[in-house]
Structure formats: structure tokens, C-alpha cells
């Protein structure tokens, strides 16, 4: 029984030396050095700030997300919230939008859309998204600011009676998914893939690493290195993470 042991934590320990010297080697691309089909991802103390290798659907928690501050809004939400004027509200918005940071010009536009959709200017809310759409990965309320858009262009068109451009908006949402083009957390992807009429096309191996590592991420993240700056997750030996 103790040569068992013993046998196999010299096994452990050179599986793990191997990753550490796969992970040393990973180049700025954070996609060299790693073994075909292996995912990393990088930490620091506000969430997950990079990863590389093989795309899962969903990071197993949410990335690092630097929004400005409301006080930028507080105007605009004034006039839109509590005095319930969505055209002044829209103006300043407006305003906004030609910002030079892109996490303005995306919460201004978000804005903008939803006071366009309060005076029932549909058309002019939905190229709204539609400009919301190019600024890609900023996040906006949480998401990349091209998911925020797509989901809610599905929502206008659907409440619009237009299936055809709301099916085309599906087919661009689920490209956007099945990608796995951001680095969204399970519960944006699952609330984003409710949108689409059909399955996402990811394999269930590829859910089933990307539901192990979230589990495991709680404990990663609270408790203490050990002294050895290793983790084993006993039958998961195809999940890893740096920090």
C-alpha cells in the first residue's frame, strides 16, 4: 500500500512539473506552450484578467470588468428614472456617446436605446445597438457590449413581428457563443443562449470541463497556496489555472 502511494505521488508530481514547465513557457499569444486542448486562465484579485489556449464556453468565474463610474450617468439617469423624461434623458446620452473612452461611448449608447425604445423610436434604437455592437468586448451592465446588443436587437425584432432579421440576429448571437469570442462567466452565457431557438453547438466534454473548473474556482480562489504552489483536483486533470 505505501509503495502504491508513493508511486503515485511520483506520478502526481511529475504531471504537475510538466504543466508548471507548459505554463513557464506560454508566450504573450497565451496560446503557445500549452498542450492541444488544455485552458488556462490568469487571476488577480478583481477576477480573471486573460486566458488562453482552448476556449471553453464559459470562464468558471467573472472576468475582471472595469466600467467608469455611475457618477458619468447620473444626469442623464435622472432624467430618464426619476423624472421620467426620456428626450431630455436621450440627449444627454447623446452627449456622452461621443466620449473618447469606449466604456462611455457603450453605457451612453445603451442608454440612448432604451430612452429611443421609451418614445417608441424602434428603428433609431436598433442602429443604436447596432453601433453599441462594434465596440465588441467593453463591458456594459455586465457584458461584452456586442452581446448586450445582439440580445437586445433579438428582443425588438421579436416584439416587432420581423422573423427574419430576428433569425439573422440569432445566427450572429450564436456565432458570437459558440466561439466563445468573450470571456463571459456560466451564468451571462447561459442567459445569452436562452435567447437562441436551438441548442449551442459546444460539445458536452466542453461543458463538462467548463461546470468542473467553475466548481473547483470557489476553493481556488479562497484558500491558501500550499506550500508547494500546487492543487490536485482528483479526475480533472484536464482543467489547470495560473495566477
Given at each position: ?10 506520478e ?30 490568469w ?8 486566458r ?6 464559459f ?6 470588468s ?5 457618477a ?19 440627449a ?24 429611443l ?12 445597438y ?28 421579436q ?6 432579421a ?27 443562449r436562452?435567447?437562441?431557438p ?10 463538462a ?14 484558500t ?5 504552489g ?10 489547470t489555472?495560473?495566477?
Amino acid at each position: 500500500m505505501e509503495n502504491a502511494a508513493g508511486l503515485l505521488c511520483r506520478e502526481a508530481d511529475r504531471v504537475l512539473t510538466g504543466w508548471q514547465e507548459a505554463l513557464s513557457k506560454v508566450t504573450q499569444d497565451m496560446s503557445s506552450g500549452l498542450p492541444p486542448g488544455a485552458s488556462v486562465f490568469w487571476r488577480d484579485s478583481q477576477g480573471i484578467c486573460r486566458r488562453g489556449g482552448a476556449r471553453l464556453p464559459f470562464c468558471p468565474a467573472a472576468p475582471r470588468s472595469d466600467e467608469p463610474a455611475p457618477a458619468l450617468f447620473a444626469k442623464a439617469e435622472e432624467l430618464e428614472f426619476r423624472q421620467g423624461n426620456a428626450s431630455r434623458a436621450a440627449a444627454g446620452y447623446r452627449l456622452l456617446a461621443g466620449a473618447s473612452d469606449a466604456r462611455v461611448r457603450a453605457g451612453a449608447l445603451m442608454g440612448l436605446a432604451r430612452c429611443l425604445r421609451k418614445q417608441g423610436k424602434l428603428e433609431e434604437a436598433l442602429g443604436t445597438y447596432a453601433v453599441l455592437s462594434t465596440l465588441g468586448e467593453t463591458p456594459v451592465a455586465g457584458s461584452p457590449a456586442e452581446l448586450l446588443a445582439r440580445g437586445e436587437r433579438i428582443r425588438l425584432f421579436q416584439a416587432a413581428g420581423n422573423e427574419s432579421a430576428r433569425a439573422r440576429e440569432e445566427d450572429l448571437l450564436g456565432v458570437i457563443l459558440d466561439a466563445s469570442r468573450y470571456a463571459i462567466d456560466g451564468s451571462t452565457f447561459d442567459f445569452y443562449r436562452q435567447l437562441l431557438p436551438a441548442a449551442s453547438s459546444w460539445k458536452a466534454s466542453s461543458f463538462a470541463r467548463a461546470a468542473a473548473l467553475q466548481a473547483s474556482w470557489t476553493d481556488l480562489a479562497t484558500t491558501s497556496e500550499p506550500a508547494s504552489g500546487r492543487r490536485v483536483w482528483p479526475g480533472r486533470a484536464d482543467l489547470t489555472s495560473a495566477p
